[in-house]
């Protein structure tokens, strides 16, 4: 295919996908561009080919919408109007008179630069885990609930023999259910959410009654496996030396407090955590579009206030696949509209647009259920480390907001280098924002990947060995601390 | 409160994977499976970290798992800082933990 892509969609997960299928069905000629290897994004993270597996559906749900999309996927690429770039990671887009150019970096090595141009852009990039710190959470051992799910689905490994989940979510029941299946042991399911704040919300969750089928296939796999749940509980502590051989859990009150006397030890070489997911933004962000709080704002077309930018998925706010899955087809139909000089018709998606309706409304009612402890920060110690990355103590940043008068994470961050170093503030963000008394708002970031200078400069680079070491990232810094 | 007796990732999803192949980590060898990434071939390896941080030299291993955190950094083949989780493992890597920021200073 040597004709210019008229659509760059960035992100191969459910809304990518649903994306480049919407948009290709209407003749329009799409590049799909992804940093992963192979298509599905984080849902649909499939076992690489090399493993061999023959059922790769035994880690997964929705496996007959995914053999759909990827069946649909395979007719557009060999008809010539889908060209699937895989390990592309989009550093830049670029916004000019003549359209917008992507701009990415090869393979997993990341130093080589290539890029595509197009008329316009689907913004799919889905999202990433939010972690509270604890503790004993920077022990290895301690992995993301959504990493342990993506090593085990793409690699199909465990991380250890004996697993606790923990955190607060949906995420963690196929998390928790997954690792079971796979053959850990997963010592306690534990969840910091009131269940009987789900009872309370279930005028609104109850308008979804497929969602409640999957919860209580969940409840129902979780028996199965023997997965012990704690309800109301939280991790207070990680514990080990050089790896993680055990974690303190403990019951919450009303409050979100820890109840006195309720702490116990459990053992375990592994502690699945994750506090809820925060869309990828960096790239909206630079093109100039609205966000709205952590995700990017979009109207009832999914698209941005940035004309010939759509955006879908979580990259526009949590709520699953299947919410992605939606809103990707509506965003396709919509920019192969107005690709083609024609006004969208609305009445074309209208049944996407009933599902994004009742699932935006199902995840606004569990996203009040599911929240960390409201005093979580009550069990940092002084020298719980706050940003991984810079080794940052929780001391520290104290020190900054309460001595020194910080009053944003800006100044925190320059008088602690909290968020300076190569996550740029992504993991540790939401706790410098609660430690500071701020809202959480997006990382800041001028591009989203580190990138290396010889491709910055627009030449090969020849004698660079990948990104500098963080004390000297070329975009470590946020454009707005010097 | 088992898990699935003699359960495994590889069984579960019926894999038949390619040949194994030797690769090295601080000399020592490991088997991998194609496909994988060093992050899942060392933790099908029983290896959780391979890192010490610049600061206090703490251990670090996989955190995201997706690429964003780069707490998974390692020195692959002479090169350091590469994400452990993304990069996929190929016969006769000479994996190597990283000490700092894996450059001699
Ligand atoms: C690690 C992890 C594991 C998860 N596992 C599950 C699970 O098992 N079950 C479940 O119900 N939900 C899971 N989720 C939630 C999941 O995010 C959603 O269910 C769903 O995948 C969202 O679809 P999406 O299309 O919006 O984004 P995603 O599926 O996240 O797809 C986004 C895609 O964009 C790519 N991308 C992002 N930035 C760039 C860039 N700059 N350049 C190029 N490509 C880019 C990513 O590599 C990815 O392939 C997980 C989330 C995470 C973070
Ligand atoms: S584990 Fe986070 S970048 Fe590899």
């Known amino acids: 295919m040597t004709d210019r892509p008229r659509l760059a969609v960035i992100g191969a997960g459910p809304a990518g996908l649903a994306a480049t299928l919407a948009a290709a069905a209407a003749g329009v000629r799409v590049a799909l561009v992804d940093s992963a290897p192979e298509a599905g994004g984080q849902f649909y993270r499939q076992p690489a080919p090399g493993l061999g597996a023959r059922r790769p559906q035994a880690l997964h749900h929705g496996w007959r919408t995914w053999r759909r999309l990827r069946e649909g996927l395979g007719r557009q690429i060999t008809a010539g109007r889908v060209t699937h770039l895989t390990d592309h990671h989009v550093w830049y887009v670029e916004r000019h008179s003549a359209g917008f150019t992507v701009h990415a970096l090869l393979g997993p090595l990341q130093e080589d630069g290539v890029t595509v141009d197009a008329d316009a852009v689907v913004l799919a990039t889905g999202g990433y885990e939010k972690v509270l710190p604890f503790p004993g959470w920077t022990l290895p051992g301690v992995v993301t609930a959504g990493g342990a799910q993506a090593l085990l689905k793409g690699g199909l490994v465990l991380p250890g023999r004996t697993a606790v989940v923990a955190g607060t979510g949906p995420l963690l029941l196929p998390v928790a259910t997954g690792l079971a299946a796979a053959g850990a042991h997963v010592a306690a399911l534990v969840e910091s959410a009131d269940p009987k704040a789900l009872v309370r919300r279930s005028r609104a969750l109850a308008s979804l009654p497929v969602k409640l089928a999957e919860g209580a296939g969940y409840a129902a796999r979780l028996l199965r496996h023997r997965v012990p749940v704690l309800a109301r509980h939280t991790v207070v502590e990680a514990h080990g030396d050089e790896r993680l051989d055990a974690v303190t859990v403990a019951a919450l009150d009303a409050e979100g407090r820890v109840r006195p006397g309720t702490r116990r030890r459990i053992a375990c070489d592994t502690l699945a955590v994750g506090h809820g997911m925060l869309p990828h933004t960096d790239l909206a962000a630079t093109l100039g579009c609205r966000l709205d709080g952590v995700a990017v704002r979009v109207d009832d077309e999914q698209r941005t206030d940035v004309p010939g930018v759509w955006a879908a998925g979580e990259a526009t706010g949590i709520g699953g696949a299947d919410l992605a899955l939606a809103e990707g087809h509506i965003a396709g139909r919509s920019a192969a509209a107005r690709l083609t000089g024609r006004q969208p018709d609305p009445r074309t998606w209208a049944g996407a647009a009933r599902s994004r309706a009742a699932l935006r409304g199902f995840f606004a009612a569990l996203d009040s259920v599911y929240a960390p402890p409201a005093h979580w920060a009550e069990q940092l110690t002084d020298d719980t480390l706050i940003c991984r990355c810079e080794e940052v103590p929780v001391h520290a940043v104290r020190t900054a907001v309460g001595e020194l008068g910080a009053g944003d994470v800006r100044t925190v961050k320059l008088l602690t280098r909290a968020g300076m170093g190569w996550c740029q503030g992504r993991m540790c963000g939401p706790a410098v924002a609660a430690l500071t008394g701020c809202p959480q708002t997006p990382a800041r970031t001028p591009f989203a990947r580190p990138v290396p200078l010889g491709v910055l400069a627009g030449q090969a680079p020849d004698t660079q060995t990948g990104p500098p070491p963080p004390d000297n990232p070329p975009d470590g810094k946020d454009p707005h601390d010097d | ?105």
Do not use: Y
């Open chain 2, 1 to 105: 409160m088992r898990g699935e007796r003699n359960m495994n990732p590889l069984k579960l999803t019926d894999a038949r994977p390619g040949p194994a192949f030797t690769v090295t980590l601080d000399g020592r060898e490991i088997t991998a499976l194609p496909g994988q990434t060093v992050a899942a071939a060392l933790w099908a390896a029983g290896v959780t970290s391979w890192r010490g941080t610049r600061g206090a030299g703490r251990p670090r291993g996989v955190f995201c798992g997706i690429g964003v955190c780069f707490d998974c950094l390692v020195s692959l083949n002479g090169r350091p800082n590469q994400r452990a989780c993304l990069v996929p493992v190929r016969p006769g890597d000479a994996i190597r933990t990283q000490e700092g920021t894996g450059h001699d200073d």
